[in-house]
C-alpha cells in the first residue's frame, strides 16, 4: 500500500517565533472572527457596513498578531511590539468607528468631519500595512501607486506630478479629504464589493475548507484518485491531476494544493520515472486547475458573480465544461510522457483499494452533497456554506461516535467515563482547530480583498478604468487578439506582486469595460477570460509561485520546472480564446452548436498536447505538427468552414500517426 497519512495541518503564519501569550490571543480571536461568521451567515445576518467592519477589524488584528513587524525570524522586542501596539489599535479604529458612528456618517451624506477624515487615514495605513504583512510588499506598493495616482494633479495634493502623466493618464487631481473619503466612507473603497464578498461569502467557505482539511477529506481525496487510476500507466500522475482537481473544492490557493497532494504525488511520479522538473511541473498545473474547477474555484466565482449580478449556482454550471477541458488537456499530457516513456501503473498491492477508500471516508461527501443540492435549491451561497459547516461537524461527531459506542466495544475497548471524557475533549479541541484554521487561511484572501477595493476606489475615482480602456484600443489598433495578448501581459505582470483574487479584481476594473464596449466581448466572458488569465503567474515563469512550489517538493529546478509547468497548462491561455471566439459554450445557444464546439475544443486541446510534446500513438513528425498547430487556429476561428477544416486536418494528422504506430508494432519482430 502507498504511504498516505495526511501531514499536519499548518497553521498560516504558524512558523513565525510566538510567545505562547500570542498564541493564546491568535486562537481566541481566530476563533471568534470564524463563530462571528458563522452567527451572520446563518442565524443573524448583519447590515452591509457592520459586517464588512467588524470582519476587517478582526482580520486586520488576526494578521498583526500572526506576522510581526520585523518578519517571522526575529522576536518582536520593545520596538516590534510598540509598533503593533499601535496598528493594532489602529484595527480596532477601524472597524469600530463606522460600527459606533455609522448612522450619523450616513446623516453627513458627504460632508466628513475632521474626525472621520483622521480616522479615514489611520484606517487605510492599518489596512496597506496589514496588507504589507499578511499578502506581501508588491499588494502594498500598487495601492500605494494608486493613492499616489489619485493625488497627482493641478487640484491634487501632488500637483508637480500631475505635471509628469501623459496626457491619457492625466486627471485634476484630489485633496486628501476627497481621497480618503473615498476610500474609508464611501462604498467604492476599502468596504467596497471585493471586501465584501470576501467578509460573506469566501470566508464561510474557506471555513468549510479548513474543517474537511483539518478532519482528513485531503488524504480522502487523494486516495480516491490513486485507487482511480493507480494502475493506469503514469497513474501516480494521473492521480496528481484528479486529486488536484477534488482538492480545488476546499483549497483556496494553488500553492497549498501542491504542498497538500505534492507530498503525496511527486515522489510515486518520480519513481515511477518521470524527471523531477516534469513531476513538479505536473503537480503545479494541475493544482492551478483547482482554482478554476467548480465549486468553489478559490474565491473566483463569488466574486464574478458579485460583478455580474450572475446568480452563483449559474457560475458553477458554465464553468464545468471549460475545466473538464482543462484538466483533461493536463490528463493527457500526463499520459503521453507516459506512452513515450514506456511507463507503467503501480502494482496492485500499493495502491488503496477503492472500497475501503470509500468505507473510511464516504462521510466527507455528505457536506459537497448538501453544499451542491442546497445550491440547486436557490439558497444564498453564504447561508449555504453555513449549513455545508455545520454538516461537516455534525457528521464528523456521528460518525465518531457510532464507532466509539458500537464498533470500539466490539474490538475490546471499553467505554469508561475517563475515555469519553478524552473523546469530548479532543473532539472540542479538533472544533476549535477548525475554526482557527479557517480564520487564519482567510487573513491573506480578506486583506487582498481590502487593498483591491482601495484600487478600485481610486480607479473609480480618477475614471482610470475608461482611460486604460482608450490606451487598450489605440495600442491593439481594435485586433481583438491583440487586445487579448495584452490583458495576459498584463495578468503575468500583476501576478509577480498579487494574489490570484487581487490580480484579477484590479484587471477586470481596467480592462473589463474596454472588452465588453469596444470589443463586443459578453461581460461574463469577459470575467472568466480576465479570471483564467489572473491565474498564469502561478505557472508562468519568471514568477511561477506553483512551480517553485513543486521543485521545492521535486528536488528540481525552480526555472526548469516552471517551464514545465508552463507547457502543461497551455489550457489556461487556449480555452479563454474560444471561449471568446466560441461563446456558445458559455452563454448558450442551440444544443447541436454547442456540443460541436465542445467536442472541436476538446479536440483542438487533444491535438495541441500531442503536438507540442511531439508523440501521440507513435514519434510525431515536423510536418504533421505544423498541419495540428494551423488547424487549432482553423478551429478557433467563429467561421464553420474553417472550423470544419481544423478538425478534417487534426483527423487525418491524428489517423495518420495511429497507422504509423501499427505498421511499427507489425515491423517489431516478436519475442518470445
Not at 453627513?108 to 487605510?124: H, M, N, P, Q, Y
Not at 497548462?569 to 465542445?598: R, S
Request: net charge positive; charged share 10%.
Amino acid at each position: 500500500m502507498i504511504e498516505s497519512t495526511p501531514p499536519p495541518v499548518v497553521m498560516p503564519g504558524g512558523n513565525a517565533i510566538q510567545p505562547r501569550m500570542v498564541l493564546w490571543c491568535i486562537t481566541i480571536v481566530a476563533v471568534g472572527l470564524s463563530l462571528f461568521q458563522l452567527y451572520s451567515a446563518g442565524i443573524q445576518p448583519l447590515g452591509l457596513f457592520y459586517q464588512r467592519s467588524i470582519h476587517l477589524a478582526l482580520i486586520m488584528l488576526l494578521a498583526f498578531l500572526m506576522f510581526p513587524a520585523f518578519g517571522p525570524k526575529r522576536k518582536r522586542g520593545v520596538l516590534g511590539w510598540g509598533i503593533d501596539c499601535l496598528f493594532l489599535a489602529g484595527a480596532l479604529v477601524t472597524g469600530g468607528y463606522l460600527v459606533l458612528n455609522l448612522d450619523a456618517i450616513f446623516s453627513r451624506a458627504g460632508f466628513w468631519s475632521e474626525t472621520d477624515i483622521l480616522v479615514a487615514c489611520i484606517a487605510t495605513v492599518t489596512v496597506l500595512e496589514a496588507s504589507r504583512r499578511a499578502v506581501g510588499f508588491g499588494m502594498t506598493l500598487i495601492g500605494l501607486l494608486a493613492i499616489i495616482y489619485a493625488f497627482a494633479g493641478p487640484r491634487g495634493e501632488l500637483p508637480w506630478l500631475g505635471e509628469w502623466m501623459p496626457g491619457i493618464l492625466s486627471h485634476r487631481g484630489y485633496s486628501l479629504d476627497r481621497v480618503a473619503g473615498q476610500l474609508y466612507l464611501g462604498q467604492e473603497g476599502i468596504f467596497g464589493l471585493p471586501l465584501g464578498v470576501a467578509a460573506t461569502y469566501i470566508f464561510i467557505f474557506v471555513l468549510f475548507g479548513a474543517f474537511l482539511e483539518s478532519t482528513g477529506a485531503g488524504k480522502f481525496f487523494i486516495d480516491m484518485a490513486y485507487a482511480a487510476t493507480g494502475r493506469q500507466r503514469g497513474g501516480p500522475a494521473k492521480a496528481a491531476v484528479l486529486a488536484s482537481a477534488g482538492m480545488g473544492s476546499i483549497s483556496g490557493s494553488a500553492i497549498a494544493n501542491v504542498v497538500t497532494t505534492g507530498a503525496f504525488t511527486i515522489p510515486l511520479m518520480k519513481k515511477l520515472g518521470y524527471q523531477p522538473k516534469q513531476a513538479g511541473g505536473i503537480e503545479a498545473a494541475a493544482s492551478t486547475g483547482g482554482q478554476i474547477m467548480p465549486p468553489l474555484m478559490g474565491a473566483g466565482a463569488f466574486l464574478i458573480a458579485e460583478y455580474t449580478n450572475t446568480p452563483y449556482l449559474e457560475i458553477v454550471k458554465i464553468s464545468i465544461l471549460p475545466a473538464i477541458m482543462y484538466f483533461a488537456t493536463v490528463y493527457l499530457f500526463v499520459h503521453i510522457i507516459a506512452l513515450k516513456q514506456g511507463m507503467q501503473g503501480l502494482p496492485k498491492s500499493e495502491l488503496p483499494q477503492m472500497r475501503q477508500v470509500m468505507k473510511d471516508g464516504w462521510h466527507f461527501l455528505l457536506p459537497l452533497a448538501v453544499l451542491v443540492w442546497l445550491l440547486v435549491m436557490n439558497m444564498s451561497p453564504m447561508r449555504v456554506g453555513y449549513y455545508a459547516v455545520v454538516t461537516m461537524v455534525v457528521v464528523a461527531v456521528l460518525r465518531y461516535a457510532l464507532w466509539y459506542f458500537f464498533v470500539a466495544p466490539r474490538q475490546g475497548q471499553a467505554v469508561t467515563f475517563e475515555r469519553t471524557r478524552g473523546v469530548i475533549w479532543a473532539g472540542l479541541v479538533k472544533l476549535v482547530q477548525g475554526l482557527e484554521l479557517g480564520a487564519r487561511n482567510a487573513v491573506a484572501v480578506s486583506m487582498a480583498c481590502a487593498v483591491a477595493g482601495i484600487i478600485v476606489g481610486v480607479v473609480g475615482l480618477t475614471g482610470l478604468g475608461l482611460k486604460f480602456s482608450s490606451m487598450m484600443l489605440a495600442f491593439s489598433g481594435g485586433n481583438l487578439v491583440l487586445a487579448l495578448v495584452m490583458v495576459l501581459l498584463a495578468s503575468l505582470i500583476l501576478g509577480m506582486g498579487l494574489p490570484v483574487t487581487a490580480s484579477y479584481i484590479v484587471l477586470i476594473v481596467l480592462v473589463g469595460p474596454a472588452l465588453t464596449a469596444e470589443f463586443g466581448v459578453p461581460l461574463l466572458i469577459a470575467h472568466l477570460v480576465v479570471f483564467w488569465y489572473s491565474q498564469d503567474s502561478n505557472v508562468t515563469p519568471p514568477i511561477a509561485l506553483a512551480g517553485f512550489a513543486g521543485a521545492a517538493i521535486a528536488g528540481s529546478k525552480p526555472m526548469e520546472t516552471g517551464f514545465q509547468a508552463w507547457k502543461f497548462a497551455k489550457g489556461l491561455y487556449l480555452i479563454p480564446l474560444f471561449m471568446v471566439f466560441n461563446p456558445e459554450i458559455i452563454v448558450g445557444g442551440p444544443v447541436p452548436i454547442v456540443i460541436w464546439n465542445a467536442v472541436i475544443a476538446i479536440l483542438a486541446l487533444g491535438a495541441f498536447a500531442a503536438a507540442l510534446e511531439g508523440y501521440l500513438f507513435t514519434k510525431m513528425s515536423l510536418l504533421p505538427r505544423l498541419a495540428i498547430a494551423a488547424a487549432i487556429v482553423g478551429v478557433f476561428y467563429p467561421s464553420l468552414i474553417t472550423e470544419v477544416a481544423g478538425v478534417v486536418v487534426m483527423s487525418l494528422a491524428i489517423g495518420a500517426n495511429w497507422l504509423a504506430s501499427k505498421r511499427e508494432s507489425q515491423a517489431t519482430p516478436m519475442t518470445g
